[in-house]
C-alpha cells in the first residue's frame, strides 16, 4: 500500500502534513508519498524525527494551489503544484490514494480533470462520515454539485452506500433521502423523482432505501447514509457544525458562571472532553471524493497532525474497498438519463 | 387588540390551548376568541379557571382539521372546522391576528386561500425566530416553499427585514443569503441570481445585505435575517433542533456516568436548565407566516400553555408590527418578474 500525500496543502502545511505522516508511517504498514517543495518538506522532516523512516519518500513539486487560485482552474494552471503532481501519480498508480487538504474546490476540479470520474458517474460527491453515537452516517452529498439531478440522488445512493458498507463496515447500509418531511410524497420536484428511483433501486434489491428523513434525524442513528443535493448537504453540514460550536460555547459560560460551576467543570473535564472529541472532525480523517476513478481524500483545511493521521488510515481504508471497481460493477443501474452519454 | 385561537389544532389541543389563552388572557391587554367545540373549550376553561374573564369568548366550531388531512384542502373541505373559522374572522376584521398549532401544510394552505396573500406577493413563507444569545436570527422561508425562484428570495428578504425591524426592534436588520460558501460567486443560479437581486436592493438603500452566509454562520449572530429557500431553510432548522437534542443527550450520558459527575450535574442544573430553555422554541413564540395579508402565527404541534402564551405575545406584536403594510408600500421594489402577474 502507498499514500500520497499533498504535502503543501492546508493551513498548517507543511508541519502538520509531515507530522502526521511521521506519525502514521510509524503506526502503519504503508508507504508514504510526500509532494510538495522538497527543501521544506525534508526540513519539516528531520524536525519531527522522520528523516530516517524507510517508509516515507519525497517528491518534488515547485508550486503550490493556494486558496486564491480560481479552484476550477488551479491543478491545469500550476502542472508543477503539489497537488496536480499527487492526483497524477494517483492516476498513473504511483499509488494506491492520494490526500489533500488543500482547497475543496481545486482538489475536486483536479480530481475530476486528472484522475477523471469512473465512467458512467455524472458527478463526485463529497461523503463525509458524521459522527453520532454509533457506526456514524455517511452524508453524501454535501458540496461538490449544488444543483443536483434526481440521477444524480440515484448514483450518490449508490456510492454512499459502497462507502458505508466497505469503509465503514455496515452489512446492510440503510439509505434515506434528505428532505423536508418524512411522508412519501413531501420536497419539490427533484426529492419527489429521487425517491421514486431510489425505492426502485431497493425494490430490486440494490440498496437498502427506508424512506425520507429530515434534518432532525441526522444524528439519530435511524440510518447510515443520507443522500443530499450538494447545496442542502453542506448547509446541513456545517450547521452542525456551527451549532455543536454554539452549543459548547453556551456550555462555557455555563461552567465560567460562579465558583461552584467551576468546580463542577473540573470534575467532568475529562469526560466533556470524550463528548468533544467524539464530535470532532478530525477523528473522522477527512472526506472521500466518491465517483472519481482512485481514491482521493480531502482532509479538513485546519487539519492538524492528528487528522492527517487520521486521514492516512481512512485512505487505506478506502484503498482497500476498491469503491471505484463495485461502482464500475453496478453502473448499469445507477443510470437513467442516457442522452448525457457516458 | 383581538387575537383568534385554534382552540384544537395541536398535539395538546384543546387543553393547553385554553390554559395558554387564560394566562395571556391574565397577562395582557388583549381580547382573545377562542374557535373550536364549544362544549370541549368551555369545560377547558371551567378546568383552568378561565370561566370567568371578561376579555376571552368562545366560538363555536363542529369540526377539527387533523394531521391525516390532506393539508392543501383541509380548509376547503371543512369549512366548520375550528381553524378555517377562526382564518374566516381574521379575514373579516374580527380579530386582529390568528394562532394555530395546528398542520402547518393546511394552516398555509389555508392561510393562502382564505386570508390571502399581501397582493403582489408571489408565496408566503415562514420566519422562526431562533434563539443565537443575542436578539434572535429570522430564518425565512424554512418550509412553506421547497422550490424557489430568485425573486421569491427577493421577497423573502424585504419581509424577513420588516420582521426583523418591527417585531424584533433591530433598527437596521443585516440580511444574508444562505449558501455553500462566503464568496460572492457560490453557490447554484438560484444563489447566485438572488445575490445579484438581493444586491441591487441593498444598494438602493432598501435592505441591508450583508452577502453570503454557511451553514455555520446561523448562530454567530453576524446576521439578523437569514434568507434560504424552503428546502433548505427547513433542513437548517431540523438540523439544529437535532444537533441540540443529540448534544443535551451526550451531555445527560457524561453527566450519568459516575456519582462525581452526578453530584457535578446537580452543582450547574438550574444554569443548565436556563440554558435549555435559551435553545427552547416554546419561549419564542410561534413563525409568522409572512406575505399573509393579515398575521398568521403557527404554533409549534407539540405547543404546551407557555409555548401558546408566549404565541400570544407574538401576536400581540405581529399586529402592531403592521407588516403586511410596509410589503404594500414596498411592492413595487419586491417584484421582478411581471409576467407572473400580481
Request: proline share 2%; aromatic share 4%.
Amino acid at each position: 500500500m502507498r499514500i500520497i500525500l499533498d504535502a503543501m496543502g492546508g493551513d498548517n502545511a507543511p508541519q502538520a502534513i509531515v507530522q502526521g505522516a511521521v506519525d502514521a508511517a510509524k503506526a502503519f504498514d504503508t508507504d508514504i508519498v510526500l509532494v510538495g517543495k522538497q527543501d521544506e518538506v525534508r526540513a519539516c522532516l528531520r524536525e519531527c524525527g522522520g528523516e530516517g523512516l524507510s517508509n516515507i519518500t519525497v517528491v518534488n513539486a515547485t508550486e503550490v494551489v493556494t486558496m486564491e487560485d480560481d479552484p476550477t482552474r488551479a491543478c491545469a494552471r500550476k502542472k508543477d503544484s503539489s497537488m496536480a503532481v499527487a492526483l497524477r501519480m494517483v492516476r498513473d498508480g504511483e499509488g494506491d490514494a492520494m490526500i489533500s487538504a488543500g482547497s475543496t474546490g481545486a482538489l475536486l476540479s483536479g480530481a475530476t480533470l486528472i484522475v477523471k470520474r469512473v465512467k458512467g458517474i455524472r458527478r463526485a460527491a463529497m461523503g463525509p462520515v458524521l459522527p453520532n453515537g454509533k457506526s456514524g452516517i455517511v452524508l453524501i452529498d454535501c458540496g461538490a454539485t449544488a444543483d443536483c439531478t434526481p440521477e444524480y440522488l440515484l448514483q450518490f445512493a449508490f456510492m454512499g452506500s459502497f462507502y458505508a458498507k466497505k469503509v465503514l463496515g455496515i452489512e446492510t447500509p440503510r439509505v434515506a433521502l434528505l428532505n423536508v418531511g418524512t411522508e412519501d410524497t413531501k420536497g419539490g420536484e427533484l426529492q419527489k423523482t429521487a425517491f421514486a428511483l431510489l425505492k426502485a433501486a431497493s425494490d430490486e434489491g440494490r440498496i437498502c432505501f427506508v424512506g425520507n428523513a429530515e434534518g432532525s434525524d441526522l444524528l439519530t442513528g435511524k440510518m447510515d447514509v443520507l443522500v443530499a443535493d450538494g447545496f442542502a448537504g453542506n448547509v446541513m453540514l456545517k450547521t452542525v457544525e456551527g451549532a455543536a460550536k454554539f452549543m459548547f460555547g453556551q456550555l462555557k459560560n455555563v461552567f465560567y458562571k460562579s465558583t461552584k460551576n467551576k468546580l463542577a467543570a473540573l470534575a467532568v473535564k475529562g469526560d466533556l472532553k470524550g463528548m468533544k472529541a467524539m464530535l470532532d472532525p478530525s477523528e473522522v480523517g477527512g472526506t472521500a471524493m466518491l465517483g472519481i476513478a482512485k481514491p482521493v481524500i480531502k482532509a479538513h483545511g485546519s487539519s492538524d497532525a492528528r487528522a492527517v493521521f487520521n486521514a492516512v488510515r481512512q485512505a487505506i481504508a478506502c484503498a482497500q474497498a476498491d469503491i471505484a471497481g463495485s461502482i464500475a460493477a453496478n453502473i448499469d443501474h445507477m443510470k437513467i438519463n442516457t442522452s448525457e452519454g457516458d
